[in-house]
């Protein structure tokens, strides 16, 4: 039945597209033309049913005039597996697809180059399944390290999150697949994030929380955006008028769709009237929505006018032309080797190397001939897990499984499971976590470990600790998983623990008490197979933290000035500005690991900094270059990265500030000249009084360094 139906609406929009316009790309005149002709072609009745889902991710087609429906999928970490209502699996044997790596271990390689790979492949697997809009990327600012989704959001710093955003957006949509970049705006927790109202100042709105937005619709171009489930200065973002409309369409000029997230609608006139174009949710009869019969009868007593009913039509039409309805409409792959390998490069430069004090690392397989692999992370998968969008992945390697395919001819692998990674959240406490360590898979653990020439330890989240719909309690790590590391340090001081995550923990003791650390992620189908070569030398680490690490929960803004989760259901971002590293550079508070930090198997000196010349005026460029020489014995990669700071400021302004970034390849004893652009209209202040950016006069601090903390070079400048 499904193959019939979707066979007539590719037939129907055939039809539609070709009897209109000859078989050439049509321009952007010939668009509107025909999406004109045809809105007055709708009845009122057919109208509506375009504005509304008529199933979990499906929209309505017309198919009197050939008009197709949408069809929308999650999302970031690759297209999900078809569901029926009620979300549980179709159980098709066609659904299966490439396992991406998570959002925070993208933006740990620093890479837009690999952003835009990953957009593209995951636009070519969209296209393949059928999906005419995918609900990615998502990169919410990270405001708190406990936030239920910071594993498939991006970073703390709205540069790097736009740098990525906006290739992630370019690559979907260059398979005619519509990106829907989300969640619109400020949804920085998931406690009570359906219901929440948040207070942000406008300036931290327009310089932490929107830039990333703004550059995916204004560089990107992204088609389509998801307006997220909170309230903003006590409206919900789906009817937010100042958000949707005067923002988003009137300042960034955004063409396409408004779409709510699932059951985040709330009313139907003031949705209409202030900007949401389409009403998505799960639950059946369809008919029931506020964008259904409520919205049809609406317009007939008037408060909804026929002109804001075409505009939303207009909308989805437009980017019918730019997806089902496009020319020349690529015919996607999926589950390919080429996908296999933009997994593998990702997950193999998003590892970071924490510590590596003994060098134990990269494993020298002359002198190790035993290894104890502990851990329930070794073995566990994490394309499915928590509440939230997963992937039928074909297949995923885990940690285990590439350190046999690496290792197992040369050293001897003996495995333990040392913990129980099972998470129940929803059931009663004493269900959860165990109130203490099972004794026999912690007796095993330290037997195999006592025993091996090295113990590589493998703790830190899963997929069902960190999950949509619930932020963490706190930073410790789950599962007692620091009892473990104690247990099988003492019995091998030949340990390396690699922690996986999407998020902070709390590894302050281990930091302290242990030698050699590895931060992995939920690293997609490849996960296994890169973190291996990494372990073994193949590959250089390269991974830069996205977000910092703060030595203690209270270190952070939102928790040191008491403002999160909020307070009757209001929450106030006290910090303004200061986010993430902008707070601890400012208030001179050492994190337990800073932005952008990652060490390597080689050594990078950083020899000189220059810049083209020392006064500039606001319409130019700012051209820095920074020489980096490897001195090592291993060719890596190093990120460079260029923070800008403004002493003597007129308005409040942190330390500094990240104004570009480039990750470059240096062979081992080269040297490279690493050149690096920044606008000088980008180091301006929202001035609120005026609304308007200002540049500010005089001089400028131009500071070159491998991580937040870590400046190697730096120079002055002066803006006229």
């Not at 964008?291 to 609406?298: G, R, T, V, Y």
């Not at 400012?586 to 800073?594: E, G, N, Q």
């Amino acid at each position: 039945m499904k193959i019939k139906l979707f066979a007539c609406l590719l037939l129907s929009a055939f039809i539609w597209a070709n009897t209109t316009v000859n078989a050439q790309a049509p321009t952007n005149k010939a668009i509107e033309t025909r999406i004109a002709a045809t809105i007055k072609k709708l009845t009122l009745e057919e109208k509506i049913s375009m504005l509304h889902a008529n199933g979990i991710f499906s929209t309505a087609g017309v198919p009197r005039l050939g008009i197709p429906g949408l069809m929308t999928d999650d999302g970031p970490l690759g297209v999900r597996e078809d569901v029926k209502e009620g979300w549980g699996s179709a159980n098709l044997t066609t659904d299966s697809a490439t396992f991406f790596p998570n959002g925070s271990a993208l933006a740990a390689t620093w890479n837009p180059a690999l952003a835009y790979r990953y957009g593209h492949d995951l636009g070519e697997e969209a296209r393949a399944r059928n999906k005419s809009i995918i609900l990615a990327p998502a990169f919410n600012i990270t405001r708190t390290p406990l936030g239920g989704r910071t594993y498939e959001y991006y970073s703390e710093d709205p540069f790097l999150n736009s740098q990525l955003a906006v290739q992630s957006v370019k690559g979907i949509q260059s398979q005619h697949v519509a990106a829907c970049v989300k969640h619109y705006a400020v949804n920085n927790q998931e406690v009570e994030r359906g219901r929440v109202n948040v207070l942000v100042d406008e300036r931290a709105l327009r310089e932490i929380y929107l830039p990333a937005f703004k550059a995916s619709i204004t560089e990107g171009n992204a088609w389509t955006i998801m307006a997220a489930y909170n309230k903003f200065r006590g409206v919900y973002c789906s009817e937010n008028d100042y958000l949707l409309n005067k923002i988003l369409r009137d300042e960034w000029g955004f063409k396409g769709i408004v779409i709510s997230d699932w059951g985040g609608t709330h009313s139907t006139v003031d949705a209409a009237n202030n900007g949401l174009d389409l009403e998505m949710g799960s639950r059946p009869p369809y008919k029931n929505y506020y964008f259904a019969d409520k919205l049809l009868d609406s317009v007939k007593a008037g408060k909804v006018s026929m002109k804001v009913i075409d505009e939303k039509v207009h909308h989805i039409l437009w980017v019918m032309y730019h997806t089902v309805l496009s020319t020349n409409e690529p015919k996607g792959k999926i589950n390919t080797p080429e996908h296999s390998k933009t997994v593998y490069d990702i997950a193999s430069e998003s590892i970071v190397l924490l510590k590596n004090d003994k060098h134990l690392l990269p494993i020298n397989t002359t002198a190790v001939k035993s290894i104890a692999v502990i851990g329930d992370n070794a073995t566990r998968t994490f394309h499915l897990g928590g509440f939230g969008a997963g992937v039928k992945a074909r297949y995923e390697v885990t940690a285990l499984a590439g350190l046999q395919s690496r290792l197992g001819n040369k050293v001897t692998i003996n495995y333990a499971q040392g913990y129980s990674g099972v998470y129940k959240p929803f059931r009663r406490k004493t269900d959860t976590v165990p109130d203490k360590p099972d004794p026999a898979l912690l007796q095993q653990a330290v037997a195999i470990a006592k025993s091996s020439d090295m113990a590589i330890l493998f703790i830190g989240g899963n997929r069902d600790y960190e999950s949509e719909g619930r932020d963490r309690a706190d930073l410790s790590l789950p599962f007692h998983e620091q009892e473990l590391v104690d247990a099988v340090t003492a019995v091998n001081p030949n340990t390396i623990v690699v922690v996986v995550g999407g998020a902070p923990y709390d590894i302050g003791k281990i930091k302290k008490n242990n030698h050699t650390i590895v931060w992995s992620w939920y690293n997609g189908s490849e996960n296994g197979n890169a973190l291996a070569d990494m372990l073994t030398g193949k590959i250089n680490p390269s991974g830069k933290l996205p977000f910092t690490f703060p030595a203690q929960l209270k270190d952070s803004p939102a928790h040191a000035l008491n403002a999160y989760p909020g307070e009757n259901l209001q929450v106030d971002y006290k910090e303004g500005i200061l986010v993430g590293y902008r707070w601890f550079d400012t208030k001179k508070i050492a994190p337990l690991y800073c932005f952008g930090y990652g060490l390597s198997y080689t050594d990078f000196q950083y020899q000189g900094l220059s810049v083209a010349k020392k006064a500039y005026n606001p319409a130019e460029n700012i051209s820095v270059t920074v020489k980096v020489k490897n001195n090592g014995k291993y060719a890596g990669k190093e990120t460079v990265q260029l923070y800008i700071s403004k002493a003597g400021s007129v308005v409040e302004r942190p330390e500094k500030e990240l104004k570009a970034f480039k990750k470059v390849l240096i062979p081992a004893g080269q040297v490279a000249d690493v050149v690096l652009n920044v606008p000088v209209k980008d180091l301006a202040y929202y001035d609120v009084k005026s609304s308007k950016w200002i540049v500010e006069p005089g001089e400028y601090k131009i500071l070159a360094g491998t991580s937040s903390e870590d400046i190697k070079e730096h120079s002055t400048i002066k803006v006229n």
